[in-house]
T-cell receptor, first 113, second 113 residues
Framework: ETGVTQTPRHLVMGMTNKKSLKCEQH?????MYWYKQSAKKPLELMFV???????ENNSVPSRFSPECPNSSHLFLHLHTLQPEDSALYLC????????????FGPGTRLTVL | QQQVKQSPQSLIVQKGGISIINCAYE??????FPWYQQFPGKGPALLIA?????SEKKEGRFTISFNKSAKQFSLHIMDSQPGDSATYFC????????????FGKGTKLSVIP
């Protein structure tokens, strides 16, 4: 595997389900990001981890819960989501000293019924 | 408040033509302006970027033009090819210490034979 990988690629869940998105980076980076991409809206930064510590939290509802167990892995835990949370969730990584050069994974297409 | 305004929303160009996508920003603290290219089913990939100390940067068929006084920058794709058909996002960030990339809404480019 190379670059940034994300699993699953597609996920359909009900509003009462609990699921998790996984991201893994193979670039030796030490900062990781979650973004939300919705149609006709700019990419929204949700969470940032640097050296496994959360450094930014952009007013994201508590039904989204990130976890970064090490510098290569990032999770997004989902529970009691709403239909408007349906979107493409993108993971990215960077070197902490080069935060403006972010490398994105292919995303997880999430549909909330 | 959208901080990076991107236009047009969609663009159709004939093969061999020039594709031009424009972005305008409001925050004068922005000092790094990348462009990302996203193909269907893939995450955004960094295409080319510019800092405000230069007015133009060229990489192959892709050129960024930057107008600091007007707070505008644009992407030009020369000799556009069908393989360039993708969604293009401009972005901006302030300072090497910032994790926050502010994105435009994207332009869907279709290059027709």
């Amino acid at each position: 595997e190379t670059g940034v990988t994300q699993t699953p690629r597609h996920l359909v869940m009900g509003m009462t389900n609990k699921k998790s998105l996984k991201c893994e980076q193979h670039l030796g980076h030490n900062a990781m990001y979650w973004y939300k991409q919705s149609a006709k809206k700019p990419l929204e930064l949700m969470f940032v981890y640097s050296l496994e510590e959360r450094v930014e939290n952009n007013s994201v509802p508590s039904r989204f819960s990130p976890e970064c167990p090490n510098s290569s892995h990032l999770f997004l835990h989902l529970h009691t989501l709403q239909p408007e949370d349906s979107a493409l969730y993108l993971c990215a990584s960077s070197q902490d000293r080069k935060r403006d050069e972010q490398f994105f994974g292919p995303g997880t297409r999430l549909t909330v019924l | 408040q959208q901080q990076v305004k991107q236009s047009p929303q969609s663009l159709i160009v004939q093969k061999g033509g020039i594709s031009i996508i424009n972005c305008a920003y409001e925050n004068t603290a922005f000092d790094y302006f990348p462009w990302y290219q996203q193909f269907p089913g893939k995450g955004p990939a960094l295409l080319i970027a510019i800092r405000p100390d230069v007015s133009e940067k060229k990489e192959g068929r892709f050129t960024i033009s930057f107008n600091k006084s007007a707070k505008q920058f644009s992407l030009h794709i020369m000799d556009s090819q069908p393989g360039d058909s993708a969604t293009y996002f401009c972005a901006a960030t302030k300072g090497a210490g910032s994790y926050q990339l502010t994105f435009g809404k994207g332009t869907k480019l279709s290059v027709i034979p």
